[in-house]
Protein backbone atom coordinates (compact mmCIF):
# COMPACT_ATOMS: atom_id res chain seq x y z
CA UNK A 1 0.00 0.00 0.00
CA UNK A 2 1.27 3.77 -0.51
CA UNK A 3 2.22 5.75 1.92
CA UNK A 4 3.56 9.23 2.53
CA UNK A 5 5.85 10.56 5.04
CA UNK A 6 6.41 14.81 5.28
CA UNK A 7 9.70 14.62 8.13
CA UNK A 8 8.67 18.22 9.05
CA UNK A 9 5.63 18.99 10.97
CA UNK A 10 7.06 22.51 11.34
CA UNK A 11 9.72 24.66 9.58
CA UNK A 12 10.24 27.96 10.54
CA UNK A 13 12.25 30.27 7.93
CA UNK A 14 13.41 33.78 7.91
CA UNK A 15 11.77 35.98 4.72
CA UNK A 16 14.13 35.60 1.79
CA UNK A 17 16.19 32.75 3.04
CA UNK A 18 15.64 29.01 0.56
CA UNK A 19 13.42 26.27 2.33
CA UNK A 20 13.42 22.77 1.97
CA UNK A 21 9.79 20.75 2.49
CA UNK A 22 10.75 17.06 2.39
CA UNK A 23 9.07 14.22 1.28
CA UNK A 24 9.14 10.47 0.81
CA UNK A 25 6.96 7.85 -0.56
CA UNK A 26 6.42 4.49 0.12
CA UNK A 27 4.71 2.12 -3.05
CA UNK A 28 5.23 -0.82 -4.76
CA UNK A 29 3.67 0.47 -8.52
CA UNK A 30 4.44 3.66 -10.42
CA UNK A 31 3.16 6.40 -8.65
CA UNK A 32 2.16 10.23 -9.54
CA UNK A 33 3.51 12.69 -7.11
CA UNK A 34 1.68 16.08 -5.62
CA UNK A 35 2.28 19.00 -3.83
CA UNK A 36 -0.22 21.07 -2.52
CA UNK A 37 -0.97 24.17 -0.23
CA UNK A 38 -3.53 24.99 2.49
CA UNK A 39 -4.13 28.57 3.66
CA UNK A 40 -5.93 28.80 6.83
CA UNK A 41 -9.99 28.30 5.91
CA UNK A 42 -9.34 27.29 2.54
CA UNK A 43 -9.39 24.16 0.60
CA UNK A 44 -5.99 23.22 -1.37
CA UNK A 45 -4.47 24.75 -4.30
CA UNK A 46 -1.69 22.44 -6.54
CA UNK A 47 1.65 23.59 -6.21
CA UNK A 48 3.52 21.55 -8.74
CA UNK A 49 2.56 17.85 -10.53
CA UNK A 50 5.08 15.01 -11.28
CA UNK A 51 3.31 12.98 -14.13
CA UNK A 52 6.63 11.62 -16.21
CA UNK A 53 9.36 12.93 -17.71
CA UNK A 54 11.62 15.57 -16.54
CA UNK A 55 12.57 14.32 -12.87
CA UNK A 56 12.65 18.97 -12.33
CA UNK A 57 9.61 20.05 -12.08
CA UNK A 58 8.86 23.70 -11.47
CA UNK A 59 5.56 24.71 -10.12
CA UNK A 60 3.78 28.46 -9.27
CA UNK A 61 4.56 30.76 -6.92
CA UNK A 62 8.98 30.26 -7.64
CA UNK A 63 8.43 26.71 -6.14
CA UNK A 64 10.15 23.41 -7.35
CA UNK A 65 10.14 19.79 -6.54
CA UNK A 66 12.78 17.25 -7.36
CA UNK A 67 12.08 13.56 -7.67
CA UNK A 68 14.07 11.20 -6.68
CA UNK A 69 13.04 7.79 -7.88
CA UNK A 70 15.81 5.85 -6.40
CA UNK A 71 15.70 7.50 -2.91
CA UNK A 72 11.49 7.49 -3.27
CA UNK A 73 11.30 11.29 -2.30
CA UNK A 74 10.11 14.54 -3.77
CA UNK A 75 11.55 17.50 -2.18
CA UNK A 76 9.73 20.77 -2.43
CA UNK A 77 11.94 23.63 -2.68
CA UNK A 78 12.26 27.78 -3.02
CA UNK A 79 15.39 29.56 -3.16
CA UNK A 80 14.05 32.88 -1.20
CA UNK A 81 10.75 32.58 0.79
CA UNK A 82 8.16 35.52 1.73
CA UNK A 83 5.63 36.04 4.37
CA UNK A 84 2.98 35.50 2.40
CA UNK A 85 4.32 31.74 1.85
CA UNK A 86 3.20 30.89 5.40
CA UNK A 87 0.46 27.88 4.91
CA UNK A 88 0.36 24.55 5.77
CA UNK A 89 2.14 22.45 2.43
CA UNK A 90 0.95 18.83 1.43
CA UNK A 91 2.61 16.17 0.09
CA UNK A 92 1.01 14.02 -1.73
CA UNK A 93 1.38 9.74 -3.70
CA UNK A 94 -1.53 8.54 -6.66
CA UNK A 95 -0.58 5.42 -7.97
CA UNK A 96 -0.99 4.30 -11.53
CA UNK A 97 -4.32 1.61 -11.01
CA UNK A 98 -6.81 3.79 -12.10
CA UNK A 99 -8.76 5.84 -10.69
CA UNK A 100 -7.98 8.98 -8.32
CA UNK A 101 -7.29 7.54 -4.86
CA UNK A 102 -4.84 9.85 -3.80
CA UNK A 103 -2.72 9.52 0.16
CA UNK A 104 -1.89 12.73 1.42
CA UNK A 105 1.27 13.39 4.21
CA UNK A 106 0.31 14.49 7.72
CA UNK A 107 1.21 18.32 6.10
CA UNK A 108 4.12 20.33 6.75
CA UNK A 109 3.15 23.71 8.65
CA UNK A 110 5.65 26.77 7.01
CA UNK A 111 6.21 29.47 9.19
CA UNK A 112 7.99 32.54 7.51
CA UNK A 113 9.15 35.08 9.93
CA UNK A 114 10.18 38.42 9.17
CA UNK B 1 -15.15 28.57 -15.55
CA UNK B 2 -16.41 28.21 -11.98
CA UNK B 3 -14.54 26.35 -8.98
CA UNK B 4 -15.65 23.34 -7.40
CA UNK B 5 -18.24 24.63 -4.80
CA UNK B 6 -19.48 22.88 -1.76
CA UNK B 7 -22.39 22.96 0.15
CA UNK B 8 -22.86 24.38 2.97
CA UNK B 9 -19.49 25.49 3.98
CA UNK B 10 -21.13 25.41 7.31
CA UNK B 11 -22.88 22.57 9.16
CA UNK B 12 -23.71 21.79 12.72
CA UNK B 13 -25.12 18.30 13.90
CA UNK B 14 -26.10 16.44 17.01
CA UNK B 15 -24.74 12.56 17.55
CA UNK B 16 -26.70 10.42 16.02
CA UNK B 17 -28.23 12.66 13.31
CA UNK B 18 -27.42 12.18 9.50
CA UNK B 19 -26.07 14.61 7.33
CA UNK B 20 -25.84 15.01 3.47
CA UNK B 21 -22.51 17.51 1.84
CA UNK B 22 -23.01 18.34 -1.64
CA UNK B 23 -19.76 18.80 -4.31
CA UNK B 24 -20.53 20.16 -7.64
CA UNK B 25 -17.34 19.53 -9.63
CA UNK B 26 -15.58 22.03 -12.22
CA UNK B 27 -17.76 22.09 -15.35
CA UNK B 28 -16.89 18.82 -17.94
CA UNK B 29 -15.11 17.18 -14.82
CA UNK B 30 -16.10 13.82 -14.76
CA UNK B 31 -14.56 12.27 -11.49
CA UNK B 32 -15.19 13.85 -8.00
CA UNK B 33 -13.45 12.88 -4.54
CA UNK B 34 -13.90 13.20 -1.05
CA UNK B 35 -11.75 13.51 1.64
CA UNK B 36 -12.04 13.86 5.74
CA UNK B 37 -9.02 16.59 6.81
CA UNK B 38 -8.81 16.28 11.04
CA UNK B 39 -6.40 18.53 13.06
CA UNK B 40 -5.42 13.94 14.30
CA UNK B 41 -5.75 12.08 11.14
CA UNK B 42 -4.72 14.83 8.68
CA UNK B 43 -6.31 14.42 5.00
CA UNK B 44 -7.58 10.61 4.80
CA UNK B 45 -9.27 9.82 1.29
CA UNK B 46 -12.89 8.79 1.50
CA UNK B 47 -14.26 7.72 -2.26
CA UNK B 48 -13.69 8.39 -5.32
CA UNK B 49 -16.76 8.89 -8.30
CA UNK B 50 -16.25 8.50 -11.99
CA UNK B 51 -19.42 8.70 -14.53
CA UNK B 52 -21.79 7.77 -11.35
CA UNK B 53 -19.97 5.17 -10.38
CA UNK B 54 -17.44 4.29 -7.21
CA UNK B 55 -14.05 3.85 -8.36
CA UNK B 56 -11.81 3.75 -5.16
CA UNK B 57 -12.99 3.68 -1.60
CA UNK B 58 -10.81 4.57 1.41
CA UNK B 59 -11.15 2.72 4.60
CA UNK B 60 -13.99 4.46 6.73
CA UNK B 61 -17.08 2.45 7.57
CA UNK B 62 -20.43 1.72 5.94
CA UNK B 63 -21.73 5.29 7.97
CA UNK B 64 -19.93 6.94 5.31
CA UNK B 65 -21.79 7.02 1.63
CA UNK B 66 -21.96 8.81 -1.78
CA UNK B 67 -23.30 9.39 -5.27
CA UNK B 68 -22.69 10.94 -8.13
CA UNK B 69 -25.52 11.99 -10.53
CA UNK B 70 -25.43 12.08 -14.42
CA UNK B 71 -24.40 15.72 -14.42
CA UNK B 72 -21.21 14.32 -12.06
CA UNK B 73 -22.59 16.01 -8.91
CA UNK B 74 -22.00 14.43 -6.14
CA UNK B 75 -23.29 14.15 -2.41
CA UNK B 76 -22.02 12.40 0.28
CA UNK B 77 -23.83 11.36 3.22
CA UNK B 78 -22.66 10.37 6.98
CA UNK B 79 -24.93 8.75 8.82
CA UNK B 80 -25.50 8.28 12.88
CA UNK B 81 -23.13 10.86 13.26
CA UNK B 82 -20.28 10.60 16.05
CA UNK B 83 -18.06 12.95 17.72
CA UNK B 84 -15.34 12.01 15.73
CA UNK B 85 -17.10 12.73 12.49
CA UNK B 86 -16.33 16.52 13.14
CA UNK B 87 -13.74 17.46 10.20
CA UNK B 88 -13.58 19.69 6.94
CA UNK B 89 -14.47 17.38 4.16
CA UNK B 90 -13.26 18.42 0.52
CA UNK B 91 -14.29 17.38 -2.56
CA UNK B 92 -11.91 17.19 -5.74
CA UNK B 93 -12.80 17.18 -9.08
CA UNK B 94 -10.51 16.27 -12.05
CA UNK B 95 -10.92 15.37 -16.26
CA UNK B 96 -8.65 12.73 -16.60
CA UNK B 97 -4.90 14.79 -15.77
CA UNK B 98 -4.52 13.60 -12.14
CA UNK B 99 -4.69 16.82 -11.58
CA UNK B 100 -7.60 17.66 -8.53
CA UNK B 101 -8.93 20.62 -8.16
CA UNK B 102 -10.33 21.39 -4.34
CA UNK B 103 -13.78 22.96 -3.77
CA UNK B 104 -13.80 25.59 -0.42
CA UNK B 105 -14.79 22.41 2.02
CA UNK B 106 -17.51 21.84 4.18
CA UNK B 107 -16.85 21.98 7.88
CA UNK B 108 -19.05 19.90 10.00
CA UNK B 109 -19.13 20.00 13.81
CA UNK B 110 -21.34 17.19 15.87
CA UNK B 111 -22.19 18.15 18.91
Known amino acids: AQSVTQLDSQVPVFEEAPVELRCNYSSSVSVYLFWYVQYPNQGLQLLLK??????LVKGINGFEAEFNKSQTSFHLRKPSVHISDTAEYFC????????????FGAGTRLFVKA | KAGVTQTPRYLIKTRGQQVTLSCSPI?????VSWYQQTPGQGLQFLFE???????NKGNFPGRFSGRQFSNSRSEMNVSTLELGDSALYLC??????????FGPGTRLTVL
Open chain 2, 27 to 31: SGHRS
Open chain 1, 50 to 55: YLSGST
Open chain 1, 92 to 103: AVSEDTGGFKTI
Open chain 2, 49 to 55: YFSETQR
Open chain 2, 92 to 101: ASSWGTREQF
